[in-house]
């Protein structure tokens, strides 16, 4: 299962980002972790890495967000290594 580590840059408006927080809260396949200073740290799993980026910019195309950052994806279980050294 692929999973990316994202920072949502959040609207600036109360309500844009009320929709957004909510938004995010019901969709199972994220997890929502610390916010800061506008910035909401996110967790992906979804079943294949397409469906991860469609819901990242899904998340950017959202009213008032700013930027979807990721800085983390693992999607090793999806493209094994090659590498005889990792056996």
Do not use: C, K
């Amino acid at each position: 299962m692929p999973i990316t580590g994202a920072v949502v840059v959040l609207p600036p408006s109360p309500a844009d980002r009320d929709a957004v927080l909510a938004r995010l809260s019901t969709d199972t396949r994220v997890t929502l972790g610390p916010e800061a200073q506008g910035r909401l740290a996110i967790v992906v799993e979804t079943t294949t890495t397409r469906e991860g980026q469609d819901l990242l910019f899904d998340v950017q195309s959202m009213t008032g967000v700013g930027a979807v950052l990721p800085v983390f994806h693992d999607f090793s279980d999806e493209h094994p290594s090659d590498d005889p050294l990792e056996e």
